[in-house]
Each structure stands twice: as C-alpha cells, then as structure tokens.
C-alpha cells in the first residue's frame, strides 16, 4: 500500500514537468505587474478603475471543461493534483512581458519539490525557496455546478443591454462627504447633488476620456466623463429642473433650496456657485416639485409642507447680485406652510411622518405628497387640501398625535433576574453554562423582534411615485410592491415582480422604469405587465431619469450608467458584440501577492517574535494580508455577552483589539500597510491589512458573520468574513471554525455548507456612517439572513460568496486524521512521511468526494500537522503527550476558488481572476497555543476593463455603425397630429374645448401642454415680452384639463381650455378682490405650447396655442362662478415647429 501511495505522489509530480497549455497568439497592451507592493505602471497615466460586472448566468462551460479530470469519488490521486500551469506570472521578480510571455519552469520545480528538506519548522525562509513557484495544488470535486461553480463573466454583459458609463462604480472609501444623493436632465446637461455640493455632466462629453489621476479629478472620478463642480455646500438631497427660467433648484439637508443656471461658462478651475438662496425649513429638504401653475412646493421633517409663489421668486431672481440679501429675505418671508393651514385647535389632518416624495400632477392641477405610510392630496391652484388617505387607499381623517413606545418592548427591556430553583443548581456546568447563554441572546432577541413588531407596516413603506403618460400614478413600496392608482387617489391594482424594495421610478411615453434596492432595473408597460428586467448595478437604485435619448441609472455607491430609452432593442444586439471585439484595447491585466494566516490562538497571546516568524518575514513582496484567529476569548460570559451584542449590531472586544495592534506593528502598519477593517464573532477574528501602495485600487469593503454554535446562534463555532473590490474585482476572505472531535465529519460539512450558503455581506458599522447612501431607509433592508433569498441575479437567491470572483477560507477546520493511532501517526510524522498521512486525511477525502469544500484549491502540505501541541514546548515534541494524547493533524487549512472552471483558462475579462500557491506552511517555532500557525501566499493575475477607453470605444461605434445610426434615427420618429385652432378668446369664466387629433393610423402619441410665457395688452393693442413661470408653469387666471395625456391612432382627444377668476380668502377686503392682477384691467395673452412626441420617440413636435383673456370690467366674488362657454369659428392655420427635445418637460 505505502507503495502505491508514493506512486500516486510521484505521479502527480511528474506531471508537473509537463509543458504548459497553449496560449493566445495576441499580447494585451499593458505590461503585467510582478510585485504590487513596489510596483510600477508601465501605461502613461494611473487610473483606478472599476468594474461591477454582475454575475452572468450561462451554460456554454461543458462538462468536459471541469477542472477535475474526473468527477468520480474513485478517482485514482493523479488525478486529485492540480499542476498550476495556467500563467501565472513570474513569481521570482524582475519583468514580465504580455500574458503570452509568461512560462513557468516545471521541470525545475519537480525537482525543488522531489528533493526539498524540511526542518522541525516545516518551511524554510523565503530566500531559501527563491526564485518562488507556484506549488502543486489538490482540486476538490463538486465545483462544476451548483453555487459552487465559478461565475461566468464576460468583456459585455450578455445578459443586459449595453450602457453608458458616465462615472464608473467609485471605491466607496473614495466617496466620503462626496456620496451622489440625486440626479437630474436637462436638455443638454446631466447634474447630480452630492453631499458637498453640485456636478455637472454635458451630455457631449459623454464619451471623452476620464481625467486620470493626474488630472484636476479626485479620486474615485479618474475614469467618468469630464465634470463640473460647484463650490461647496450642505448635502443637496433633492434636484429639479425648471426649465422655463433656465434653472436648477436644489434642495439640502441645511434646509435651504438653492438656484443654479444651467447657461454659464463652467471652468475646470473655478467652481461654479449658486444663484439666488433661502432658508427653506429648519430641518432638510427632502422633497421639491415645480407645480403646474409655476410655484415650489417643498417637503420636510415632521410632515412640513410649504409652498413657495412663484411671484415672490420671479422678483428675487430680478435683483442685482449686490441685493442677493434683501431677494433670500423676499422668498423666505412669501411662504406659506400647508401644514399650519390644515390644523385646527392643534389637531392636523395631515400625517407628520417625513414628506418623503412630492409629485405634480399636471394631467389634473394636484399635488401628492408622499409620507411613509400615507399620503395627502393637493389643489395645485388653490393650495386646498382635497383628501388624506393611506397607503390601502383608505381615507383618513385623524387627529396626528405623536407616536408613543411600544409599552410591551419597554417591559421587555426590563428584565428581571430571578433566583435559580435548587433543581437548576444542581444541573451539571456545562448545562447550565447552556442555558446561560441561550437564555440572555434569546431574550435580546426577544426584545429586539416585539421591537420590529411595533413597525410591522415598515415592509410597506412608500419610497418612490411617478406620473405615468396615460394619467396614473405609481408608488413603489420598500416590499417590492408596486401599486397604481387614479388622479383621485383612488387605488386600482398592485403588482409584485421582484421581492426587493422600489426605490425609484421613472417613466418615457408609455414605459415605466422601476430602480430597487437589489440594484434590478426593471420596465413595465402601463398596465403593469413586466416587459423586462435586468441588474443594472451591483447596489441600490437609488435614482432614475431621462434625458438625451437614455434612461440614467443612480445606484448608491455613485455610479452613473445610461440606458437606451428603447432598450432592449435591436440596438443591444448590435452594440454588444461589437463592443466585445473591441476587449484587448480596453482590457488591462494586474498581479498581486495576497498573504493569509490562519491560527487558534487558544485564548492566548502571541510575542512580537511569533508574529513576525508567521507573517512579518513573508511580507516583503505582499500587497494584501488577511489574519483570521479562532478562540481569541471564549468561556460561557464571552459567548453570552457576544450573542447579545450581535443581535443589537456590535462586536468586537478589547483582546481581538489587541491582536490587530500587534499584528500591526509585525506589518509595520502606518509606513507600510495600512489597516482596512475587520469583523470579530465571539471568538472569531479576521482582519486585514493592504500595502499602502496598492490602497487606491482595493476597497469597498464588507463585512459578514454566521454562527454555528449552540442553535446555529452562539458564536463559538462559525465563519466570520471580509469582501473587498481588488481591481474592480471581487474576492472574499471567510475564517472558520468547524465542530470538534474525530467523528463529527458530517458537523463539519454542514457548518461549510451553513457558512457558504447564508455568509451575507453588509458595511461594517465602525467603517463608514450610512448616510452615505442616506437617501432612503430601504436602501438599508437588504441586510440579514434574507439577502441570499432576495439575490439581484433574477431571483435564483445565489450566496453571495457564490458570486465572487474568488473567495479564500482560512481556519481551525478540525478535521483529524483517520484509521491510525497516535503512535503511529507520531511515527510517520518524524519520518516526514506526509504522503501517506495525507491518505488519512478526513478533509482531503471529503473534497475528493464532493461533500466539503466543493471545487476548492489547496496546495500538497509538506509541513508536520499542527494540531495537537503542549504550549511551550517547540519541535516535533511537543505534540500531547498527556492522558487523551490526542492524535496529530492537520486542523488548520487554507483553500481557495479563484475564476477558473477549466484547467487550462488564461486570465481575461472571461476568467478574470486567477490564482497560484507560492507558499504554503506552518511555523513550527511558535509556541504560544496548543495550535501552530499556517499561512499561505497566493500569487493573483487580475483582469480588468479600463472604462474610461472603453466609453470611449462605444462613442466611437455609435458614430460609425451604420445600422445603429438608423436606428438611432428611427427613435426621432414623432407621428403627425393636428389642433382644431391656433387662436383662442376667453371672456370671464369662458370655457374652450381645443381638439387633438392624432392622424396616425398606427401609433399611439403623447402630449403634455406648458405656457410658453405670458404677456399683457395695453389699450393701443402693443404686447408686454412673453414671460414665462417656472418649468413653464399656467398663469393663476388660466385652467387646462387634462394637461397631458395619451391619444390612440386616429383618435382625438378634447382640452377644456378655461377662464377662471381666483381669489384666497385672504385677498377679499369688505368683497372686494384686492390681489395684484384684479386690479390690472389689461387683456392678457398666453403661448400653450402643446408637445407632442411618440410613446418611445426621443423628439418632440411643437403646436402654439395663442390664449387670450379679454376683461369685462365685472368683479366676481369667490362664491360666485359662472359655467358661460363660448365657441369659435373655424379652426385658423396650424403652426407646427419641429423642435429636438431629448429631455421633456417636468
């Protein structure tokens, strides 16, 4: 048998003398980097990219591509070896050409390996193995299907439209006081508020280079299109548009709205500022809307609306910039706030959770403000409260009291302690160390559900609204649910296609774009039905709208991405392969040197000379460094305290503290390194450490932990894990510790399984504040337990380690060796017979047989097991000795999955990560627990995408390709319609009905009618200029029903057109209107201008509409009106003005 074994071996070595696979012919055109803690970049300018390529589901990898040779649990152990051959950089050091360059001397390696010398300390110093290659690697089974295999990427998502990507995914440590909050279209201009201030995207610069590092951009910003900035402010939470007075109004958390022009000269080196500004609210502005008749409407904190005339605006916008003072002091004084008006002898009919969202309805003259779980109903023209319901759609009228505490969780608070029964006292320590434990997690657990209970409607939350272009409103709710109601408030229907929350919608002609929080794109038709769906980023939507042909996406982590406004469409098909033969320009190839350490510490503490023996003399060339320790800090208390605090949200302890500082000071933290983050579950700790040359492009860092002690709830036996972007690519760490004991085999396999399948990953709560992505509380739900059920990718509920690019699992995994004594294996073990000790090796068995650690890479151990040891003894023996004289083995394990699904793949966009071992050992010298510490370096060839060349790639194919450019221009199609006149004379309290015919026979068209401006009429007949109100809104005197709308082929639609006195209350003295046009005797003309555009056109065809009012001389009191209509005569001449609008009105 011993025979046979060192055949197997052999074997397995000889087949590394092989000659590596077959390479590609071309060269990629930049240089790979062979030592990334001193690199340098061979291209011309640093850039750090990104790239959230999603997950691509498809089956084209056969089975014959399997990494293994067989599949079969019986395989013979030449076939368990996985002889790393795949390009690998050169790990000796020096240059390395292009990919094709690369060679790895076999040969020579075997014969390292055949004839190498171990000492007691299992490994010799690095310089004693240099030039470093990679090691032979033992593949396990199973990780060709399922979750376990390795994601498919690609150069171009197949799966989902092409995009433009105007600023590429930031590392989020980038993004601090930066976080974009909102978006906004103009006609010619992308802006976006951000915490600091405001940005500003032409839409012609769309497709220029980024600015590099060396550029005025900062950080994060290398690779997105040329952008302006403002000077700094408070956070802007909301934008708007108003493009009747040129303008952006932006709302802030300081509680002042701010005006910006879009017409100025921007300057690379000055920062654009502010126009005219006011103190809005005490608290922030969180929503604003323009309504129909031209006035703001602002909503805050505590249920606050206010409404601001545009008159009062009108006059501060005319004053100098010297009288900018006494213009804030005329807006801020014009207000008026709804709530105070709407509440009677303390009690308001209005809720006073946050006015979260506010919508115009220009179809009707309304204005809906969107509290959580309610919403209010407003007359845009005369400001009245018309109805308050909730979000069932059942009317209220309730006093709004504040809200009080749920009394059942303050009792719950308060618990009391009783003494124990004398039963109790007598049960065994170890039972009642159990009970201890499971009592205090499960009454915080308690508390912390009756907590959640009392906000059970959370799930239902309002978080988005939109006006659709047949007249319906839309709200979206953080469960997902999606429900359409009439201009009334009355509610129609729901639907639910995806379980994550909506956060943001969108509409074009007769599409809805809903953005959620999993970061899925979706589109709807305007009966609901889904018409497509997509993930459009790898985090929260947070916002979407439209402009210059495209649907721009937001998502919370800053990233800018604009979708076709057809999309899907032909244009996809076209646009994707001819984007994909473009990769090697835009493709860029890194390498990196990751180090992982894994020790049970056994509730001790190490010497600055173990830590330096383990990790500080392998660093030299390192860029990464990931510690994971087991059982630093156990015992009943421990575990309890730990429990209770998971549940509330912390973790951590002052000794995992301490272990990071002096691990720290071994990496010559601060000079060298620099501390990234960490997660600690009881006594689980891993944290890592990345050379501070290589910082800007590793980030975004998450944090995860899954238990497996006591109820799959105590923290003394399970996985804790960090997720981190390298190179826009993901790579997961997890540490682990599995059940003990010989026999628990099949424990051990299902606390992988367990970690591996629920390990979900969320932002640590010591590294960045969350209101950064502050813009909605459902942006925060996708935490928990229920991620992997609620997985972006289509539903399939994918682990979230399933979806890296490669994960690496370090750890005190407990499986022994099995069928052999303890003097036996202490035998073998002085013999350095290895290979035969690695037959009884439970681990090694259940991989080769699929049931552990499916698809996973570790190198061949050539080190003596590290487990079981008397602290302080060194050298072989010190293995225990004592009474259980427990047998030796191979506890403590590092593995890891890289992009590969087939032995021979190179690095590319396909397989973008690849991996090698260069050192895998255990330091024997350390004597500080009754474990020996192992740690492993992994050499990693990264494949990424340059954005910046690649946006400017898919410029370059819309302008040349033909068949797109007619696609394009097909978009630009708008049927014909026509009006019954252009001229219409209203007297007092006439009522006109315009006709729109649209003479399509085939295509539906959309209108939306806006005063152009208006003007008054002297008695010599001589016309005031036209001036118009804000986002073109109605003069006060003027109703338009319904002011947009849609029209079937060969229908015609009617527009009452009506005059209409209007007075508050507050303008009547003794009956006698006293407001500042009543008085004003001229007649008085308008411009409508009605649009007209396609249900998916991106152009939009104009008729005017001249309105005039001619005055009677006759007062009319507010209770008076009167319902005279008067008709003309045939319809006059029909101007239609071609107008190219990429951005309709507001």
Known sequence: MDERLEEDDKTALEELSLAPPHRKAHSYSHQLRTNTGTHKHRHHQVRKHSLDENQIMINHVTSKNNVYNDGDVNSSDE??????????????????????????????????????????????????????????????????????????RAAVHPSRPTCLELRPHPLRETQVGKFLRTIACTETQLWAGQESGIRVWYYSDAYKPGIGTGGRARRGDEDAAPFYESANTSPAICLMVDHGSKLVWSGHKDGKIRSWKMEQNFSDETAFKEGLSWQAHRGPVLSMVISSYGDIWSGSEGGVIKFWPWKAIEKSLSLTLEERHMA??????????????????????????????????????????????????????????????????????????????????????????????????SQGFLQRSRNAIMGAADAVRRVATKGAGAFADENKKTEAIVLTADGMIWTGCSNGLLIQWDGNGNRLQDFTHHPCGVLCFCTHGGRIWAGYVSGMVQLLDLEGNLIASWVAHNGPVIKLVTGNGHVYSLATHGGIRGWNISSPAQIDNILRPELAAREELYTRLENVRILVGTWNVGQGRASHDALMSWLGSAVSDVGIVVVGLQEVEMGAGFLAMSAAKETVG???????????????????????????????????????????????????????????????????????????????????????????????????????????????????????????????SAAQMLRGPNVATVNPDEGKGKPDLAEADMFIFCGDFNYRL?????????????????????????????????????????????????????????????????????????????????????????????????????????????????????????????????????????????????????????????????????????????????????????????????????????????????????????????????????????????????????????????????????????????????????????????????????????????????????????????????????????
């Open 650 to 776: 912390l973790e951590g302890s002052s000794i995992g503290q301490w272990w990071q500082d002096h691990i720290g000071k071994a990496l010559d933290e601060g000079s060298t390194f620099e501390r990234v983050g960490s997660r600690q579950l009881a006594g689980l700790l891993i944290a890592i450490w990345v050379r501070k040359t290589l910082r800007t492009h590793v980030g975004d860092l998450d944090v995860a932990a899954v238990a497996c002690g006591l109820g799959r709830a105590i923290g003394n036996k399970g996985g804790v894990g960090l997720r981190l972007r390298v190179f826009d690519r993901i790579i997961c760490f997890a540490n682990c510790h599995f059940a003990a004991h010989l026999e628990a085999v099949n424990r051990r396999n299902a606390d992988f399984d367990h970690i591996f399948r629920t390990m979900t990953f969320t932002r640590s709560s010591n590294l960045l504040n969350n209101a950064a992505a502050g813009v909605s």
């Open 79 to 152: 076939d368990d070896f996985f002889p790393y051959s795949t390009g690998s950089g050169n790990s000796g050091g020096g240059g390395v050409g292009s990919v094709s360059e690369r060679h790895v001397d076999y040969i020579g390696l075997s014969q390292r390996i055949e004839g190498i010398a171990l000492r007691d300390g299992g490994a010799c110093d690095e310089g004693q193995r240099l030039p470093q290659q990679p090691l032979p690697e033992f593949v396990g089974s199973g990780g060709d299907v399922g979750v376990f295999k390795a994601p498919t």
């Open 818 to 1146: 099995f069928g052999i004594s303890y003097d036996e294996a202490r035998d073998f073990v002085s013999q350095r017979s290895f290979d035969w000790l690695r037959e009884k090796d439970q681990l090694r068995a259940e991989m080769k047989a699929g049931r552990v650690f499916q698809g996973m890479h570790e190198a061949l151990i050539r080190f003596p097991p590290t487990y079981k040891f008397e602290r302080g003894k060194s050298g072989l023996g010190g293995y225990d000795s004592g009474e259980k004289k427990r047998i030796p083995a191979w506890c403590d394990r590092i593995l890891y999955r890289d992009s590969r699904v087939a032995s021979g793949q190179e690095c590319s966009l396909e397989c973008p990560v690849v991996a090698s071992i260069l050192l895998y050992d255990a330091r024997m010298d350390v004597t500080e627990s009754d474990h020996k510490p192992v740690r492993c370096k992994l050499n990693v060839d990264i494949a990424h995408v340059n954005r910046s060349i690649r946006r400017q790639e898919f410029g370059k194919i819309l302008e040349s390709n033909e068949a797109i450019r007619s696609s394009l221009e097909a978009q630009r199609f708008v049927p014909e319609t026509a009006v019954s006149t252009n001229q219409i004379v209203l007297q007092n309290q006439d009522t006109f009905n315009l006709k729109i015919t649209n003479k399509s026979g085939e295509d539906t068209v959309v209108f939306h009618i806006i005063c152009e401006g208006q003007s008054s009429i002297r008695e010599d007949e001589v016309q005031s200029d036209f001036r118009p109100r804000a986002s073109y809104g109605l003069p006060l005197w003027l109703e338009v029903i319904p002011g947009a709308g849609m029209i079937k082929p060969d229908q015609v639609v009617e527009i009452s057109i009506h005059h209409e006195e209007f007075h508050t209350l507050e303008e009547f003295v003794d009956g006698i209107p006293q407001s500042w046009w009543s008085e004003d005797t001229r007649d008085k003309e308008v411009i409508l201008l009605i649009n007209i555009r396609g249900s998916c056109s991106t152009d939009t065809k104009m008729h005017r509409v001249h309105v005039r009012h001619c005055f009677s001389g006759n007062s009319v009191h507010p209770d008076k009106k009167s319902n005279a209509s008067s008709r003309h005569g045939p319809s006059s001449n029909q101007k239609i003005t071609p107008k190219h609008a990429e951005n309709g009105y507001p």
């Open 328 to 425: 804030a002091l005329l807006v801020e004084r014009s207000f008026i706030d709804l709530r105070s008006q709407v509440t009677v002898n303390g009690v308001c009919n209005i809720s006073s959770s946050d006015v979260k969202c506010l919508l115009s309805d220009y179809v009707r003259a309304k204005v809906w403000a969107a509290g959580s779980l309610s919403f209010s109903l407003w007359d845009a023209r005369t400001r009245e409260l018309l109805k308050v319901f909730n979000i069932e759609g059942q009317i209220e009228n309730r006093a709004d009291l504040s809200s009080t505490q749920d009394q059942s969780v303050e009792d719950e608070m308060n618990v009391k302690f009783v003494s124990k029964s004398k039963k109790e006292k």
